[in-house]
């Protein structure tokens, strides 16, 4: 059985750091594209990045780009979200994806697998 168990959301004063981690069991995702979503109250899921099977390739959303970095260790099976400058609408839960045979895969319906996903608060 697949599963993707995100952690790391956290409450964060504006401006502020976290760290988010995805990590997948029952199969490996190696040769896979990942990435990372976010829905908030009432809104649509919403892209927020993207990483190659390799690593050497990335994509971000409009609203994270210059403040958040993918990356991931294949051999760990585990994908993760570096969040700097935190603002207020950056509060959402966020989604570990997987299991796309896309390079670059940005919309939801590109993945095959989901985490359950992990609450990010930002305050101002």
């Known amino acids: 059985q697949v599963q993707l168990v995100e952690s790391g959301g956290n409450l964060v004063q504006a401006g502020g750091s976290l760290r988010l981690s995805c990590a997948a069991s029952?199969?490996?995702?190696?040769?896979?594209?990942m990435g990372w979503f976010r829905q908030g109250p009432g809104l649509a899921r919403e892209f927020v990045a993207a990483?190659?099977?390799?690593?050497?390739?990335?994509s971000y959303g409009d609203s994270v780009k210059g403040r958040f970095t993918i990356s991931r260790d294949n051999a760990k099976n585990t994908v993760y979200l570096q969040m700097n400058s935190l603002k207020p609408e950056d509060t959402a839960v966020y989604y570990c994806a997987a299991g796309s045979n896309w390079v670059l895969p940005i919309h939801v319906s590109m993945y095959n697998y989901w985490g359950q996903g992990t609450q990010v608060t930002v305050s101002s």
């Open positions: 990483i190659s099977w390799s690593g050497v390739s990335t």
């Open positions: 029952g199969r490996t995702f190696s040769s896979d594209a």
